[in-house]
């Protein structure tokens, strides 16, 4: 990447030509659109008269000859639309999360629609199972599919299949039919992950150095609002309309956003054709005087047989050199995406991964176990601990058969408390209101009968999961003051279980650059693991408010992320990374597959409780990850010399720079110089990406 000089005019001189023998200056004015500019300066010696098409030989001046050009050639990144590229991406991600959380959002109130069964938690954790399991090997495989086909249409092709997903999951919840909606999450899941990687190579293609950072930390923050938005939405919908609207509305939101992305093709085949024109000279004040260095240049600076220069195009008579060498790039970007294509993931080279890689490997399927997983079910358990615990164990209605409040009691039924003698129970605002013992209703019993969901509610043993708040028998007729609780505590839960998104959001950008220049990342992976057990051992064996816990949890979370992606390039050769990328996301989503199931089977097994058994579960994966990591510092340290943990400006001190030219292919390598220094910038791997 060039630097942009600071004069709004590049001044081409001393070009000794062989017509005319003598000293021409271009001045080629900037047009808006290449305020990027592309220098290069090229000495080229030529020692033999090089026979030339028309049988005309070079002049004897021209035998040692230098050249020094200097050309502006617009790129997407000099775009004043390459901010609307980047809010059109937002849109697109932005749909994708929202739709993403629906289910773990309306935790409570999707047990309640659904029919009652007692494996309701196996049903509703196989939602997020079937997702991951598409993506246990996607990731080997969909990097390659974007680089083949662009970006801009991958986008599209994913966002439709997001957008497909979510409608099948709608019309699956609209029928009560789970395994529709097990379909529905699968289709979801195949193309929600790949819409990230499309998502982020448009980002890099439009913008170039230090804004590609700020621009990827501006995506994910946009992004993450649609997980914030959902958690506060979703409830206050499924609770004042109803729980099939709240899924159609993420349904609608992802097919908004696969129209978004269709302008995103737009927008960037525009800019293409446009910058194409540009770099021909068409329509450019400048046209011709590039066009004649053009000509100078590609006649001195041929590379026939046996020669050294640098250009390989041939310009016949009659071609437009400005042209032949636009074709002649538009060659060597399709060797350049072959070559990446062909070297994508290959599965073989896993066995020259080392023990470093491996460990990391293993940190992440562990750790992110008590992470994602918890996002999933932390409605359910921010409502079983704080927002809605059982009732008072003494108490009872004092009419236990007839309903609690609603147009069907016209009486008080209050609640008495057996163990004082029939007292008034006294229900904590956290504490669910006590329900009748037993229902006996048909829809003629009122003239609101018609405005139920079933023709008759005959329960002769009454639990919380019989009870669909959703349903206006339950919501208006019976056990009003129930319901109203419910749904006021679903709507709190889902606030507070917002707080680790906006951690994430807010503060990954700025965790990520705090990394870049201190380093220490194995050790910050310890103490993120360290932070998880505090948060999940709080959650476990404390009734204390769930704030402190959750920012924990989002802290904990983020500094994870800004340490663990990064990590990657430095444990592994760097012609493996795409590899090791695609391998370690594999696993981690195996993790996250199996994850949901054993938390179900640890939920059931628990009396259908998830304190403090499924804490627990999350405490051992935090456990896991503090240990991994402890050996992943030693091992680090041992045999590796810190590599993880060095900061990139200490390791720059120890080492000195060399930069090696390569004439062959005109590209150049850098060796020494920080962590990343060998690591080539495709390669290079922002914690914003996966946050």
């Given amino acids: ?122 049903k509703f954790n196989l939602l ?58 699968f289709v979801f899941g195949l193309g929600a992950e790949s819409l990230c990687v499309a998502q982020s190579t448009i980002i890099s293609d439009w913008f170039e150095g230090r804004e590609v950072a700020f621009a990827m930390g501006i995506g994910l923050a946009v992004s993450r609002l649609g997980s914030i938005w959902n958690n506060v939405v979703s409830p206050k919908v499924a609770n004042n309309s109803s729980i099939v609207s709240a899924f159609w509305i993420g349904a609608l939101l992802t097919c908004c956003s696969s129209i978004t992305a269709g302008l995103i093709v737009f927008v960037d085949r525009r800019a293409s054709r446009m910058l194409t024109k540009r770099r021909t000279g068409v329509g450019v004040g400048g046209g011709e005087a590039l066009q004649s260095l053009t000509e100078a240049l590609l006649e001195d600076y041929d590379e026939g047989p046996g020669g050294d220069g640098l250009l390989s195009t041939e310009v016949n008579e009659g071609d437009d050199p400005a042209l032949v060498g636009d074709e002649n790039n538009d060659q060597s970007t399709k060797k350049a995406c072959t070559a990446m294509v062909e070297s994508g993931v290959h599965i073989t080279d896993v066995q020259k991964f080392g023990p470093l890689f491996w460990l990391l490997t293993l940190s992440c399927f562990v750790v992110y176990g008590c992470v994602l997983p918890f996002n999933n079910v932390a409605s359910g358990i921010l409502l079983e601990r704080n927002f809605f615990t059982l009732s008072p164990e003494n108490c009872k209605l004092e009419y236990p058969n007839q309903c609690s409040v609603g147009y069907l009691q016209q009486g008080n039924n209050s609640a008495l408390d057996a163990s004082t003698g029939g007292d008034v129970c006294l229900v904590a605002p956290s504490q669910a209101p006590v329900l009748p013992s037993s229902v006996n209703h048909t829809s003629r019993d ?132 795409g590899t090791a990328f695609g391998v370690i996301t594999s696993i981690q989503n195996i993790g996250l597959a199996l994850f949901p199931l054993m938390i ?44 993880l943990n060095k900061a990139p400006i200490q390791e720059a001190e120890e080492e000195t720079i060399e930069v090696e030219e390569i004439t062959d292919n005109g590209t150049h390598r850098q060796e020494g110089g920080g962590d990343f220094a060998g690591v080539e910038d495709e390669f290079y791997y922002s914690p914003l990406m996966h946050s």
């Fill in 1 to 122: 990447m060039m630097d942009s000089p600071n004069n709004n005019t590049n001044e081409v001189s001393s070009l000794d030509l062989d017509s005319g023998g003598g000293v021409d200056t271009v001045d080629v004015e900037n047009d808006d659109l290449a305020s990027q500019p592309l220098s290069a300066t090229t000495t080229h010696s030529n020692n033999n008269n090089n026979d030339r098409a028309g049988g005309s030989t070079t002049s004897a001046a021209a035998a040692n000859n230098t050249v020094s050009a200097q050309g502006q050639f617009p790129k997407k990144s000099s775009l004043r639309s390459r901010w609307l590229v980047l809010g059109l991406a937002c849109v697109v991600m932005t749909g994708s999360y929202y739709a993403y959380d629906i289910p773990s959002a309306l935790h409570q109130q999707l047990q309640d629609y659904m029919p009652p069964s007692s494996n309701y938690e196996t």
């Fill in 446 to 577: 009122s003239e609101h009968g018609s405005e139920w969901e079933e023709p008759s509610y005959i329960f002769p043993s009454l639990t919380s999961q019989n009870v669909d708040c959703g349903d206006s028998f339950w919501m208006d007729a019976c056990t009003n003051d129930y319901c109203q609780k419910q749904n006021d505590a679903t709507e709190h839960a889902g606030r507070v279980m917002s707080i680790p998104y906006l951690i994430s959001a807010l503060s990954s950008p700025l965790l990520g650059h705090l990394v870049d220049r201190i380093g220490r990342r194995a050790q910050i992976a310890v103490l993120s693991s360290c932070l998880l057990f505090g948060v999940h051992l709080t959650l476990a064996l404390s009734d204390s408010s769930p704030i402190g816990p959750m920012l924990g949890q989002g802290i904990a979370y983020s500094l994870y992320a800004a340490v663990l992606w990064p990590s990657v390039p430095l444990t592994v050769p760097k012609q493996y990374v």
């Fill in 128 to 185: 997020y199972t079937v997702y991951s399991i598409p993506n246990v090997i996607l990731p080997l495989f969909g990097g390659n599919v974007v680089d083949t086909h662009g970006a801009p249409l991958c986008l599209t092709l994913f966002a439709s299949m997001v957008c497909l997903g979510a409608v099948l999951l709608s019309i699956g919840v609209a029928n009560k039919a789970w395994e529709v909606m097990y379909i529905g999450r």
């Fill in 600 to 643: 179900a089977t640890i939920y059931n097994a628990s009396g259908r409780r998830y304190i403090p058994n499924v804490e627990f579960f999350f405490m051992s994966c935090a456990t896991a990850g503090i240990l991994v990591g402890i050996f992943l510092n030693r091992l680090d340290r041992r045999r590796y010399g810190s590599k």
